[in-house]
Protein backbone atom coordinates (compact mmCIF):
# COMPACT_ATOMS: atom_id res chain seq x y z
CA UNK A 1 0.00 0.00 0.00
CA UNK A 2 1.72 3.38 -0.91
CA UNK A 3 0.22 5.99 1.54
CA UNK A 4 2.19 8.21 -0.17
CA UNK A 5 0.70 8.42 -3.10
CA UNK A 6 -3.10 8.39 -1.67
CA UNK A 7 -2.11 11.50 0.03
CA UNK A 8 -0.72 12.99 -3.18
CA UNK A 9 -4.21 12.11 -5.11
CA UNK A 10 -6.02 13.16 -1.78
CA UNK A 11 -6.66 16.99 -3.12
CA UNK A 12 -6.88 15.90 -7.00
CA UNK A 13 -10.04 13.56 -6.44
CA UNK A 14 -11.30 16.18 -3.96
CA UNK A 15 -11.48 18.59 -6.65
CA UNK A 16 -12.51 16.35 -9.16
CA UNK A 17 -15.85 15.98 -7.14
CA UNK A 18 -16.11 19.65 -5.99
CA UNK A 19 -16.08 20.36 -10.14
CA UNK A 20 -18.45 17.44 -10.59
CA UNK A 21 -21.17 19.69 -8.03
CA UNK A 22 -20.54 18.07 -4.80
CA UNK A 23 -20.83 20.21 -1.92
CA UNK A 24 -16.97 20.56 0.09
CA UNK A 25 -17.95 18.93 3.25
CA UNK A 26 -20.18 15.87 1.20
CA UNK A 27 -16.89 15.69 -1.21
CA UNK A 28 -14.48 15.40 1.51
CA UNK A 29 -15.94 12.47 3.47
CA UNK A 30 -16.62 10.78 0.21
CA UNK A 31 -12.90 10.69 -0.26
CA UNK A 32 -12.41 9.38 2.75
CA UNK A 33 -15.05 6.63 2.34
CA UNK A 34 -12.85 6.38 -0.48
CA UNK A 35 -9.27 6.06 0.91
CA UNK A 36 -10.40 3.67 3.49
CA UNK A 37 -12.12 1.65 0.33
CA UNK A 38 -8.23 1.65 -0.93
CA UNK A 39 -6.91 0.64 2.21
CA UNK A 40 -8.85 -2.49 2.10
CA UNK A 41 -8.83 -2.99 -1.32
CA UNK A 42 -5.70 -1.98 -3.28
CA UNK A 43 -3.12 -4.92 -1.05
CA UNK A 44 -4.50 -7.70 -3.35
CA UNK A 45 -5.83 -5.92 -6.11
CA UNK A 46 -4.02 -2.72 -7.05
CA UNK A 47 -5.51 -0.57 -9.60
CA UNK A 48 -3.92 0.18 -12.78
CA UNK A 49 -5.50 3.50 -12.47
CA UNK A 50 -5.40 4.93 -9.00
CA UNK A 51 -6.32 8.07 -9.62
CA UNK A 52 -9.44 6.63 -12.19
CA UNK A 53 -10.00 4.32 -9.43
CA UNK A 54 -10.47 6.61 -6.20
CA UNK A 55 -12.59 9.07 -8.41
CA UNK A 56 -14.81 6.17 -9.16
CA UNK A 57 -15.16 4.92 -5.81
CA UNK A 58 -15.41 8.74 -4.38
CA UNK A 59 -18.28 9.62 -6.62
CA UNK A 60 -19.93 6.26 -5.86
CA UNK A 61 -19.71 6.70 -2.37
CA UNK A 62 -20.72 10.44 -2.71
CA UNK A 63 -24.26 9.83 -4.87
CA UNK A 64 -25.08 6.58 -2.09
CA UNK A 65 -24.70 9.46 0.63
CA UNK A 66 -26.70 11.74 -1.18
CA UNK A 67 -29.56 9.33 -1.91
CA UNK A 68 -29.54 8.29 1.75
CA UNK A 69 -29.62 11.89 3.28
CA UNK A 70 -32.47 12.41 0.78
CA UNK A 71 -34.26 9.45 1.77
CA UNK A 72 -33.55 10.33 5.73
CA UNK A 73 -34.97 14.19 4.85
CA UNK A 74 -38.17 12.31 3.10
CA UNK A 75 -38.51 10.49 5.95
CA UNK A 76 -38.75 13.63 8.37
CA UNK A 77 -41.11 15.44 6.45
CA UNK A 78 -43.37 12.63 7.31
CA UNK A 79 -43.37 13.80 11.07
CA UNK A 80 -45.40 16.40 12.30
CA UNK A 81 -43.69 18.99 13.48
CA UNK A 82 -44.79 18.61 17.18
CA UNK A 83 -44.75 15.93 18.83
CA UNK A 84 -48.10 13.99 19.87
CA UNK A 85 -48.55 12.70 23.12
CA UNK A 86 -48.88 9.10 24.30
CA UNK A 87 -46.68 5.77 23.37
CA UNK A 88 -45.39 5.20 19.88
CA UNK A 89 -45.42 2.37 17.85
CA UNK A 90 -43.36 -0.70 17.36
CA UNK A 91 -39.56 0.40 16.67
CA UNK A 92 -38.89 1.11 12.86
CA UNK A 93 -35.76 1.10 10.53
CA UNK A 94 -34.11 4.59 11.90
CA UNK A 95 -34.16 3.45 15.41
CA UNK A 96 -32.45 0.53 14.76
CA UNK A 97 -29.76 2.07 12.78
CA UNK A 98 -28.72 4.20 15.86
CA UNK A 99 -28.33 0.59 17.32
CA UNK A 100 -26.10 -0.68 14.80
CA UNK A 101 -24.20 2.14 14.35
CA UNK A 102 -23.44 1.82 17.95
CA UNK A 103 -21.16 -1.15 17.24
CA UNK A 104 -19.79 -2.90 20.69
CA UNK A 105 -16.20 -2.86 18.56
CA UNK A 106 -15.96 1.05 18.43
CA UNK A 107 -15.74 3.30 21.78
CA UNK A 108 -18.73 5.09 23.12
CA UNK A 109 -17.53 8.13 21.89
CA UNK A 110 -16.72 7.00 18.63
CA UNK A 111 -19.90 5.19 18.20
CA UNK A 112 -21.86 8.42 18.93
CA UNK A 113 -20.29 10.21 16.49
CA UNK A 114 -20.69 8.06 13.14
CA UNK A 115 -24.03 7.57 14.33
CA UNK A 116 -24.69 10.89 13.96
CA UNK A 117 -22.86 11.54 11.02
CA UNK A 118 -24.28 8.50 9.33
CA UNK A 119 -27.65 8.06 10.56
CA UNK A 120 -28.40 11.84 12.45
CA UNK A 121 -27.82 13.78 9.54
CA UNK A 122 -24.94 16.33 11.28
CA UNK A 123 -22.23 17.44 9.81
CA UNK A 124 -18.60 17.38 11.16
CA UNK A 125 -18.75 20.35 12.15
CA UNK A 126 -21.84 20.62 14.21
CA UNK A 127 -20.80 17.09 15.89
CA UNK A 128 -17.37 18.95 16.91
CA UNK A 129 -19.05 21.51 18.54
CA UNK A 130 -21.05 19.66 20.37
CA UNK A 131 -17.93 17.28 21.61
CA UNK A 132 -16.02 20.93 22.14
CA UNK A 133 -13.37 19.50 19.88
CA UNK A 134 -11.80 21.22 17.01
CA UNK A 135 -13.58 19.63 13.47
CA UNK A 136 -10.28 18.19 12.11
CA UNK A 137 -10.33 16.34 15.15
CA UNK A 138 -14.06 15.31 14.97
CA UNK A 139 -13.09 14.22 11.25
CA UNK A 140 -10.14 12.18 11.70
CA UNK A 141 -11.98 10.50 14.65
CA UNK A 142 -15.22 9.67 12.13
CA UNK A 143 -12.75 8.30 9.99
CA UNK A 144 -11.11 5.83 12.37
CA UNK A 145 -14.88 4.95 13.07
CA UNK A 146 -15.51 3.97 9.58
CA UNK A 147 -12.17 2.47 9.51
CA UNK A 148 -12.99 0.03 12.17
CA UNK A 149 -16.23 -1.48 11.52
CA UNK A 150 -15.83 -1.68 7.76
CA UNK A 151 -14.32 -5.38 8.53
CA UNK A 152 -17.22 -5.99 10.59
CA UNK A 153 -20.44 -7.54 10.61
CA UNK A 154 -23.38 -5.12 11.68
CA UNK A 155 -25.42 -7.98 13.44
CA UNK A 156 -24.61 -6.91 17.34
CA UNK A 157 -26.57 -3.64 18.58
CA UNK A 158 -24.98 -0.89 20.55
CA UNK A 159 -25.73 -0.63 24.58
CA UNK A 160 -28.89 1.99 25.03
CA UNK A 161 -26.20 4.14 26.91
CA UNK A 162 -24.65 5.26 23.66
CA UNK A 163 -28.16 5.48 21.30
CA UNK A 164 -29.57 8.24 24.66
CA UNK A 165 -26.44 10.26 23.83
CA UNK A 166 -26.67 10.12 20.23
CA UNK A 167 -30.43 10.87 20.83
CA UNK A 168 -29.61 13.84 23.14
CA UNK A 169 -27.06 15.18 20.36
CA UNK A 170 -29.59 14.92 17.57
CA UNK A 171 -32.31 16.62 19.72
CA UNK A 172 -29.74 19.43 20.53
CA UNK A 173 -29.02 20.11 17.32
CA UNK A 174 -32.36 20.42 16.19
CA UNK A 175 -33.06 22.59 19.43
CA UNK A 176 -30.33 25.01 18.83
CA UNK A 177 -32.59 25.55 15.30
CA UNK A 178 -29.49 24.73 13.16
CA UNK A 179 -31.30 21.58 11.83
CA UNK A 180 -34.77 20.84 12.87
CA UNK A 181 -34.72 17.40 13.62
CA UNK A 182 -35.66 18.02 17.76
CA UNK A 183 -39.35 16.24 16.54
CA UNK A 184 -37.58 13.32 15.06
CA UNK A 185 -35.60 13.05 18.30
CA UNK A 186 -38.71 12.74 19.95
CA UNK A 187 -40.31 10.62 18.00
CA UNK A 188 -37.44 7.68 18.16
CA UNK A 189 -37.00 8.49 22.32
CA UNK A 190 -40.65 7.80 22.57
CA UNK A 191 -39.96 4.54 20.33
CA UNK A 192 -37.24 3.04 22.57
CA UNK A 193 -39.11 4.33 25.55
CA UNK A 194 -41.63 2.10 24.57
CA UNK A 195 -39.67 -1.12 24.44
CA UNK A 196 -37.12 -0.39 27.39
CA UNK A 197 -38.24 0.25 30.42
CA UNK A 198 -34.99 2.18 31.86
CA UNK A 199 -35.48 5.36 33.98
CA UNK A 200 -32.45 7.24 31.66
CA UNK A 201 -34.94 6.28 28.43
CA UNK A 202 -37.81 7.99 30.52
CA UNK A 203 -35.41 10.86 31.71
CA UNK A 204 -34.27 11.57 28.55
CA UNK A 205 -38.30 12.09 26.99
CA UNK A 206 -39.15 13.94 29.86
CA UNK A 207 -36.13 16.46 29.05
CA UNK A 208 -36.94 16.91 25.06
CA UNK A 209 -40.60 17.05 26.18
CA UNK A 210 -40.22 19.78 28.12
CA UNK A 211 -37.38 21.60 26.66
CA UNK A 212 -39.05 21.41 23.22
CA UNK A 213 -42.56 22.79 25.36
CA UNK A 214 -40.52 26.09 25.26
CA UNK A 215 -40.01 26.26 21.19
CA UNK A 216 -42.79 28.39 20.53
CA UNK A 217 -41.75 31.06 22.49
CA UNK A 218 -37.84 31.16 22.43
CA UNK A 219 -38.06 33.42 18.92
CA UNK A 220 -40.07 36.60 18.34
CA UNK A 221 -41.89 37.53 14.79
CA UNK A 222 -38.35 38.62 13.74
CA UNK A 223 -36.94 35.61 14.14
CA UNK A 224 -34.42 36.84 17.00
CA UNK A 225 -33.93 34.83 20.18
CA UNK A 226 -35.95 35.40 23.55
CA UNK A 227 -33.72 34.60 26.52
CA UNK A 228 -35.89 32.34 29.10
CA UNK A 229 -36.38 35.56 31.59
CA UNK A 230 -38.00 37.49 28.43
CA UNK A 231 -40.08 34.78 27.31
CA UNK A 232 -43.97 34.52 27.29
CA UNK A 233 -44.80 31.43 29.24
CA UNK A 234 -48.48 31.96 27.94
CA UNK A 235 -47.21 30.15 24.78
CA UNK A 236 -45.28 27.42 26.53
CA UNK A 237 -46.98 24.01 25.38
CA UNK A 238 -48.55 22.81 29.09
CA UNK A 239 -50.16 19.46 27.72
CA UNK A 240 -45.98 18.95 26.75
CA UNK A 241 -45.02 20.22 30.29
CA UNK A 242 -47.46 18.04 32.08
CA UNK A 243 -46.08 14.51 30.63
CA UNK A 244 -42.85 15.67 30.58
CA UNK A 245 -43.52 16.09 34.63
CA UNK A 246 -45.46 12.71 35.07
CA UNK A 247 -42.73 10.71 32.96
CA UNK A 248 -39.96 12.25 35.22
CA UNK A 249 -41.31 11.99 38.48
CA UNK A 250 -42.07 8.29 38.12
CA UNK A 251 -38.43 7.80 36.42
CA UNK A 252 -37.34 9.57 39.39
CA UNK A 253 -39.40 7.84 41.58
CA UNK A 254 -37.26 4.31 41.19
CA UNK A 255 -34.43 5.88 42.97
CA UNK A 256 -31.52 5.50 40.12
CA UNK A 257 -30.72 8.65 39.24
CA UNK A 258 -28.69 9.58 35.65
CA UNK A 259 -27.88 12.72 33.98
CA UNK A 260 -30.93 12.95 31.24
CA UNK A 261 -33.27 12.66 34.80
CA UNK A 262 -31.41 15.30 36.92
CA UNK A 263 -31.41 17.77 33.43
CA UNK A 264 -35.07 17.28 33.07
CA UNK A 265 -35.50 18.47 36.59
CA UNK A 266 -33.65 21.49 35.90
CA UNK A 267 -35.96 21.70 32.80
CA UNK A 268 -39.15 21.13 35.47
CA UNK A 269 -37.88 23.71 37.75
CA UNK A 270 -37.98 25.85 34.97
CA UNK A 271 -41.60 25.06 33.61
CA UNK A 272 -43.00 25.13 36.93
CA UNK A 273 -42.22 29.18 38.03
CA UNK A 274 -45.37 30.99 36.90
CA UNK A 275 -42.84 33.71 36.27
CA UNK A 276 -38.95 34.51 35.91
CA UNK A 277 -38.45 35.59 39.20
CA UNK A 278 -40.14 33.15 40.82
CA UNK A 279 -37.61 30.52 39.76
CA UNK A 280 -36.74 28.20 42.11
CA UNK A 281 -33.12 28.66 41.68
CA UNK A 282 -31.57 27.15 44.95
CA UNK A 283 -33.04 24.33 43.90
CA UNK A 284 -31.86 24.23 40.24
CA UNK A 285 -27.86 24.80 42.14
CA UNK A 286 -28.32 21.48 43.68
CA UNK A 287 -29.77 19.84 40.79
CA UNK A 288 -26.48 21.07 38.86
CA UNK A 289 -24.36 19.85 42.16
CA UNK A 290 -26.00 16.45 41.41
CA UNK A 291 -25.89 16.38 37.43
CA UNK A 292 -21.66 18.18 37.53
CA UNK A 293 -21.24 14.89 40.34
CA UNK A 294 -22.60 12.17 37.93
CA UNK A 295 -21.20 13.74 34.63
CA UNK A 296 -17.96 16.33 35.74
CA UNK A 297 -19.20 17.69 32.55
CA UNK A 298 -17.93 21.57 32.20
CA UNK A 299 -20.73 23.35 30.28
CA UNK A 300 -22.39 21.40 33.11
CA UNK A 301 -20.59 24.10 35.67
CA UNK A 302 -21.00 27.04 32.91
CA UNK A 303 -24.67 26.61 33.60
CA UNK A 304 -24.09 25.88 37.30
CA UNK A 305 -22.49 29.58 37.70
CA UNK A 306 -25.43 31.34 35.85
CA UNK A 307 -27.94 29.61 38.22
CA UNK A 308 -25.44 30.39 41.53
CA UNK A 309 -25.55 33.96 40.29
CA UNK A 310 -29.19 33.89 40.32
CA UNK A 311 -29.50 31.93 43.73
CA UNK A 312 -26.79 34.17 45.68
CA UNK A 313 -25.77 37.03 43.37
CA UNK A 314 -23.94 37.92 40.62
CA UNK A 315 -20.50 37.87 42.17
CA UNK A 316 -20.99 34.51 43.77
CA UNK A 317 -21.92 33.74 40.31
CA UNK A 318 -18.45 35.22 38.65
CA UNK A 319 -16.60 33.21 41.83
CA UNK A 320 -17.78 29.89 39.93
CA UNK A 321 -16.97 31.19 36.43
CA UNK A 322 -13.66 32.20 37.28
CA UNK A 323 -13.24 28.52 37.71
CA UNK A 324 -13.83 26.61 34.31
CA UNK A 325 -11.68 27.70 31.53
CA UNK A 326 -12.69 30.77 29.35
CA UNK A 327 -12.62 29.06 26.37
CA UNK A 328 -15.65 27.26 27.08
CA UNK A 329 -18.57 27.93 24.28
CA UNK A 330 -20.98 30.55 25.97
CA UNK A 331 -17.95 31.45 28.73
CA UNK A 332 -17.66 34.88 27.69
CA UNK A 333 -21.70 35.29 27.22
CA UNK A 334 -22.19 33.87 31.06
CA UNK A 335 -19.96 36.55 31.90
CA UNK A 336 -20.98 39.51 30.25
CA UNK A 337 -25.00 38.69 31.74
CA UNK A 338 -23.15 37.92 35.49
CA UNK A 339 -20.86 41.44 34.77
CA UNK A 340 -24.38 43.66 34.07
CA UNK A 341 -26.02 41.89 36.72
CA UNK A 342 -23.22 43.10 39.49
CA UNK A 343 -24.28 46.74 37.64
CA UNK A 344 -20.83 46.46 35.69
CA UNK A 345 -22.08 47.80 31.95
CA UNK A 346 -19.05 48.34 30.78
CA UNK A 347 -17.02 45.49 31.00
CA UNK A 348 -20.85 43.46 30.32
CA UNK A 349 -20.94 45.44 26.98
CA UNK A 350 -17.26 44.79 25.89
CA UNK A 351 -17.98 41.22 26.83
CA UNK A 352 -21.35 40.57 25.06
CA UNK A 353 -19.14 42.66 21.58
CA UNK A 354 -16.69 39.82 22.39
CA UNK A 355 -19.04 37.14 22.74
CA UNK A 356 -21.07 37.74 19.80
CA UNK A 357 -17.70 37.51 17.46
CA UNK A 358 -17.64 33.70 18.74
CA UNK A 359 -21.28 32.68 18.63
CA UNK A 360 -21.89 29.84 16.85
CA UNK A 361 -25.09 30.41 14.58
CA UNK A 362 -26.42 33.85 13.40
CA UNK A 363 -29.22 34.12 15.49
CA UNK A 364 -26.82 34.16 18.65
CA UNK A 365 -24.59 36.45 17.30
CA UNK A 366 -27.70 38.99 16.67
CA UNK A 367 -28.50 38.16 20.18
CA UNK A 368 -25.57 39.29 21.92
CA UNK A 369 -24.49 42.61 19.27
CA UNK A 370 -27.88 43.99 20.72
CA UNK A 371 -27.11 43.29 24.13
CA UNK A 372 -24.18 44.87 23.85
CA UNK A 373 -25.85 47.67 21.72
CA UNK A 374 -28.39 48.42 24.88
CA UNK A 375 -25.99 48.47 27.38
CA UNK A 376 -23.70 51.06 25.08
CA UNK A 377 -26.66 53.40 24.39
CA UNK A 378 -27.38 53.30 28.52
CA UNK A 379 -23.96 54.39 29.63
CA UNK A 380 -22.83 58.26 29.81
CA UNK A 381 -20.80 59.66 26.83
Same mark, same amino acid.
Given at each position: ??????????????????????????????????????????????????????????????????????????????????????????????????FLCAHPSLTPSSAVA????????????????????????????????????????????????????????????????????????? %? #?? +??? &????????? $? @? *?? /? =??? !??????????????????????????????????????????????????FQAQAAIAALHADAP??????WVQIVEWYDELAGLT????? %? #?? +??? &????????? $? @? *?? /? =??? !??????????????????????????????????????????????????????????
Open positions: MNEALLRSLTPNVLGILVRRGADFAAAEDAVQDALIEAVRVWPADPPRDAKGWLVTVAWRKFLDATRADTARRRREDLVEEEPAPGPAPAADDTLQLYLTLRAVGGLTTRQIAQAYLVPEATMAQRISRAKRTVSSVRFDQPGDVATVLRVLYLVFNEGYSGDVDLAAEAI %R #LT +RQL &AAVIDHPEV $A @G *LL /A =LML !LHHARRAARTAPDGSLVPLADQDRGRWDTTSIAEGVEILQAALARDRLGEAAEETDDNPVV %R #LN +RAV &AVGEADGPR $A @G *LA /A =LAA !LDDSLPRHTAVAAYLHERDGDLTTAARLYAEAAQKAPNLAERDHLTRQAARLNTRQPR
